[in-house]
């Protein structure tokens, strides 16, 4: 199976979206049941999503200078 660098980006957007809102919502002092969160990666997978990171890290830091 494929996954495109679209969808990993896609999985990352809402992973990081839902875990705002798991933040926001201890911070509000309401009660979040703790869930189990499991991700596999292939090693073609893994490298996109180092290389978008790593894209993602150097353009932030070359905006900062």
Not at 39 to 64: H, M, N, P, Q, V
């Given at each position: 199976?494929?996954?495109?660098?679209?969808?990993i980006a896609?999985?990352?957007?809402?992973?990081?979206?839902?875990?705002?809102?798991?933040?926001?919502?201890?911070?509000?002092?309401?009660?979040?049941?703790?869930?189990?969160?499991?991700?596999t990666l292939?090693?073609?997978?893994?490298?996109?999503?180092?290389?978008?990171?790593?894209?993602?890290?150097?353009?932030k830091l070359?905006?900062?200078?």
């Amino acid at each position: 199976m494929s996954i495109s660098g679209y969808q990993i980006a896609t999985v990352i957007k809402t992973y990081l979206k839902n875990m705002k809102v798991r933040a926001d919502s201890l911070d509000a002092g309401l009660h979040v049941s703790p869930v189990e969160e499991r991700i596999t990666l292939s090693e073609e997978g893994r490298a996109l999503l180092f290389d978008k990171i790593r894209k993602y890290t150097a353009e932030k830091l070359k905006r900062k200078a």
